[in-house]
C-alpha cells in the first residue's frame, strides 16, 4: 500500500493558461474524489468517481473543470482558462466502499497559484 | 444546506488533554469523521463514529450523538506534534459518501 499519490505537487500558472493535474489512488480503491482547499477552510467536495464512472459532480465545478478516470486507475482534473480564484489545494482521495466502515485516504495535494 | 461548526483555534500545554467540539446539521447522516492536517499537508485519517458513543484509539478518542448532532475529539497526553488543524467532517449517504468537511480547529500545543 503506497497511499495516495498526487503530481504536480507545486503548480504555478497565468491567468488563461490551461492545467492538468493526475491522481493515482491506492490500488484496488474503486472510489476516488476531489476536493478543492483553500486557506483557513476545510475541503470541499468536487466531483466522485466509482470506477470510471464519474457520479457526482458539485455546483462549484464550472464547465472549465473536466476529471476523468479513463480506466477506473488513475484520475486527472483539468482546468481551463485558469482564473485567480482557482488558486487553491487541489485534493485527492480514494476509499474501497465497503459500507460502514468505508475510509477515504487523501494524497499529498497539488497547490495551484494563478497569477 | 450542510452546516458543520467547530471552534477557530484552542490552546492547550503539552502533556495536558484537549476536547475539540464539533456540531453539525447535515441531510443524509452516515458518519462523522476526525482528520488531522499539518500546515501545508494532506489530511490524515484519526478516527470515525456511524453509532453513538465513544471510540477509543490510542491517546485519541472521539464522542458521537446523533440526536444532538454533536461529537468532539479528545486527545490526551499532548505532545508538541499534535500540533495542527483537526477537521471535523460528515459523510452523506447521498451524493456517493461525500464528506462535508469544517472549516477545521487549529490546535496549539505550548510547551
Known amino acids: 500500500d503506497t497511499g495516495v499519490s498526487q503530481d504536480p505537487r507545486h503548480k504555478i500558472t497565468k491567468r488563461g493558461q490551461n492545467v492538468t493535474f493526475r491522481c493515482d489512488p491506492i490500488s484496488e480503491h474503486n472510489r476516488l474524489y476531489w476536493y478543492r482547499q483553500t486557506l483557513g477552510q476545510g475541503p470541499e467536495f468536487l466531483t466522485y468517481?466509482?470506477?470510471?464512472?464519474?457520479?457526482?459532480k458539485s455546483r462549484l465545478l464550472s464547465d472549465r473543470f473536466s476529471a476523468e478516470r479513463p480506466k477506473g486507475s488513475f484520475s486527472t482534473l483539468e482546468i481551463q482558462r485558469t482564473e485567480q480564484g482557482d488558486s487553491a489545494m487541489y485534493l485527492c482521495?480514494?476509499?474501497f466502499g465497503q459500507g460502514a466502515g468505508e475510509t477515504q485516504y487523501f494524497g499529498p495535494g497539488t497547490r495551484l497559484l494563478v497569477l | 444546506g450542510q452546516n458543520i461548526d467547530q471552534p477557530t483555534e484552542m490552546t492547550a500545554t503539552e502533556g495536558a488533554i484537549v476536547q475539540i467540539n464539533c456540531t453539525y446539521q447535515t441531510s443524509g447522516f452516515n458518519g462523522l469523521f476526525w482528520y488531522q492536517q499539518h500546515a501545508g499537508e494532506a489530511p490524515t485519517f484519526l478516527s470515525y463514529n456511524v453509532l453513538d458513543g465513544l471510540e477509543e484509539k490510542g491517546r485519541f478518542s472521539s464522542f458521537l450523538s446523533r440526536s444532538k448532532g454533536y461529537s468532539y475529539l479528545l486527545l490526551k497526553e499532548l505532545q508538541m506534534k499534535d500540533s495542527a488543524s483537526y477537521l471535523c467532517a460528515v459523510r452523506l449517504l447521498e451524493y456517493g459518501n461525500k464528506l462535508v468537511f469544517g472549516a477545521g480547529t487549529i490546535l496549539r500545543v505550548k510547551s
Open positions: 468517481f466509482q470506477n470510471e464512472a464519474q457520479l457526482e
Open positions: 482521495a480514494s476509499s
